[in-house]
């Protein structure tokens, strides 16, 4: 490992240590007033936007169903971008919920990424196959992606502004399609054009 990707990975995992701790992207903040209707409903959702600016690293991953992606080929959409694993339950309990978040917002300027990480194509493609899962799936099989985010636990979500922005970043289960987490969606999606 060179000493450029050792020091980018120092500072990836500095910046979401103090985005976790801060809880808050100070790009937002001075876009969306602390007291505006985004920010209030993105937090009554338990998606609280972050106070200080952390852009979403850009990478490039094979898709499940075939050809090639990068972050940064999705700008100007807002992305829900979801680190998963097969084996592991509360990353499998989420997507349905997240496939019901996609199927409402998918023509209103949402995208899923869901990187599988470090599993074979076979076994996510027979999962996805197996439920049905229309969202984009990418393949991190050698984990390179899931380093780069420092991902240390499952499902890990970061939601991403049409800028590039991360503008949440969640560990853990959540339930994407609440009628909380309608309405901040809502209002990220019209806001956020």
Known sequence: MTKNKIMRIFVLVLCLMVFLVSGCDKASAQAVPADSALRQAMRTAGIPMPNTPLAAPDFSLNLLNGGNRRLSSY??????????????????MEMPSMENLYQRFRNQGLEILAVNVGESTNTAKDFIDLHGFSYPIMMDTNQSVARQYGIQYFPTTFIVDRSGTVINMSIGFKQWDTPEMIAAFELLLRSNR
């Open 75 to 92: 700008r100007g959409q807002v992305v829900l971008l979801n680190f998963w694993a097969t084996w592991c339950p509360p990353c499998v």
